[in-house]
């Protein structure tokens, strides 16, 4: 990496991306993704939880951003121990947000705007309560026991092993009336299948079939890298790097109780069933991995996931220095022929707006969205919303419950969307089922679209732009400045060129800029100003310009 002023000109720029032999016409490639966390998009039936109804009723909304596609987490039958992530049947809609009528209604309504519907598919556990569970447990020699992994105690009466839950404690859970251990890497309401099993295998591909049937586009994969153990029972070795305060899951090293090799074949046999209905559905892949680790999720010969998500913007230290190495990095590490994607909030992890302040998200969106990949965009991120403070007799985050006081429940990052000044923000007739944030009058979807310089005007604008431009959406990426506060790299697609320099601080720049024209700034940069040479950037400023020809 190296500073534009150390250039002899922008025609040495290197170019690191691969040049893909996919055509470009696969729509998510060039698309973006929009998630929705259903509980808290919108309520329509005044029970102060989000529903699919209230989906439908904001499609326009999300069409106008102008994403290209719509990931709705869980909205399956469910106890709701893990909020819809401990699902008891796959192949049904919860009542609480509706029917497989109106979900029928959510696809057809989205297609007809032009959008993609993408289904949480949550493969490594099912629910205490699902049938199949019930029936596992019921017996040692029921047909279904061996669709869980049950397992005797050790000599001295100690679980299996040392694993432990994400949501801390142990990860086995002790069955009394059959004298059995059963693993859970989650909550011990959540049973881990047993993905060894052939008849599981059968029919978690099933469950994908009835929702490929039933048209929707593909598949956001959730907790992959937990789907399978080390079937020899090691123990996990402990994390060295473990301090107080960290989440307990960390403790360990896990090197025996996730991302085992044999996952590979499972996601294979899943892209295998995806791919019988065309080749334009998506399978994206949520695994908290390394990048080494991570890369090796699209699969031999590309044939694992699609799109394994790149959650590495969301840790990564927020400066030049540190995302240029990473954008590298990955760009460097990508197999062949697979693309690339970003992430830069969900429904786990804190908002952007809280990581890095207001004025730094607004530099985010346009990071965001220039970098070439997929990008998916976390409902409410468009509008700035932060983590909102859950006074302790609102908490519902099981994470929270277990492990109290270390800021790891999710509550925060998943309040219901503000879409007016309204009572309960237009979100719901009812108290909603989480507290809305306190600057809801100001922070909202109506008051930001009458808003030129809002954070959702510059989404709605970079979409646009990136829509319009292929160098944003498919085009070529090459670095070409990081200073203490500056990162700035290209875009290209065939002659046309981008440039994109990011003010990733609250301090003035300069740089030195190649001839070229503002296309699109996060501030009040003119559009249509020229620039070239030595130049000041504002604190906090973001632009896009095209290379002059
Ligand atoms: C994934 C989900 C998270 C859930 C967990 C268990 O990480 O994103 O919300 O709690 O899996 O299903
Ligand atoms: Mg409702």
Do not use: C
């Amino acid at each position: 990496m190296r500073n534009r002023e150390d250039d002899n000109g922008a025609q040495t720029i290197m170019t690191v991306s691969n040049v893909s032999s996919t055509p470009p016409s696969l729509w998510w490639r060039s698309g973006a993704i929009y998630q929705i966390y259903p509980r808290s998009f919108q309520d329509s039936d005044g029970d102060g939880v989000g529903d699919l109804e209230g989906i439908i009723a904001r499609l326009d909304y999300v069409a106008d951003l102008g994403v290209d596609a719509i990931w709705i987490s869980p909205v399956f039958p469910s106890p709701m121990a893990d909020f819809g992530y401990d699902v008891s049947d796959y192949v049904a809609i919860d009542p609480m947000f509706g029917s497989l009528a109106t979900f029928d209604r959510v696809v057809s309504e989205a297609h007809r705007r032009g959008l993609k519907v993408i289904l949480d598919y949550v493969p490594n556990h099912t629910s205490d309560r699902h049938p199949w569970f019930i029936e596992s447990r019921s017996s040692r020699d029921n047909p279904k026991r061996d669709w869980y992994v049950w397992r005797d105690a050790k000599p001295d009466g100690a679980a299996p092993t040392n694993w432990v839950s994400e949501f801390g404690g142990g990860a086995w859970s002790w069955d009394a009336p059959t004298a059995q251990f059963y693993y859970h890497a989650f909550l011990r309401e959540q049973p881990d299948l047993n993905w060894r099993n052939p008849e599981v295998v059968a029919a978690m591909h099933d469950v994908l079939r009835f929702w490929l049937a039933r048209g929707v586009d593909g598949f956001r994969v959730d907790a992959v890298h937990h789907l399978i153990e080390d079937a020899d029972l090691t123990d996990d070795p402990p994390n060295p790097l473990w301090r107080e305060g960290m989440a307990p899951a960390r403790r360990f090293l896990r090197l025996h109780s996730m991302d085992r090799p044999e996952v590979h074949d499972a996601i294979a046999g899943m892209r295998a069933v995806v791919d019988e209905y065309g080749g334009d559905r998506l399978l994206i892949g949520e695994a908290y991995l390394p990048l080494d680790r991570l890369v090796l999720y699209y699969g031999g010969d590309l044939k694992g996931f699609h799109l394994p998500f790149n959650f590495h913007l969301i840790t990564t230290p927020w400066n030049p220095t540190a995302i240029t190495a990473l954008v590298d990095a990955y760009e460097a590490k990508l197999p062949h022929g697979a693309w690339p994607n970003w992430v830069l909030g969900n429904h786990d992890r804190s908002r952007l707006a809280s990581r890095i302040g207001d004025d730094q998200a607004r530099v985010a969106a346009m990071l965001l969205l220039t970098l070439r990949g997929t990008p998916t965009l976390y409902q409410g991120d468009e509008i700035g919303m932060g983590d909102v403070p859950i006074p302790a007799d609102r908490i519902q985050d099981p994470w929270e419950k277990n492990v109290p006081g270390l800021g790891l429940g999710r509550d925060p990052v998943r309040t219901p969307m503000q879409w007016d000044a309204s009572d309960n923000a237009g979100f719901s007739s009812a108290e909603p089922w989480l507290p809305l944030s306190r600057d809801f009058a100001e922070v909202n979807v109506a008051a930001q679209s009458a808003a030129p310089g809002s954070i959702l005007s510059l989404y709605r604008a970079l979409l646009a732009l990136r829509r319009a431009e292929p160098a944003l959406s498919l085009g070529d990426y090459a670095p070409l400045i990081a200073t203490e506060e500056v990162l700035a790299y290209e875009r290209r697609f065939g002659p046309r060129r981008l440039l994109i320099v990011l003010n990733l601080t609250g301090r003035p720049a300069r740089i030195e800029a190649p001839h070229s024209r503002v296309l699109l700034s996060t501030g009040s940069r003119r559009l249509g100003e020229e620039i070239a040479g030595t130049m000041a950037i504002a604190p906090n400023e973001g632009f896009i310009a095209e290379f002059a020809p």
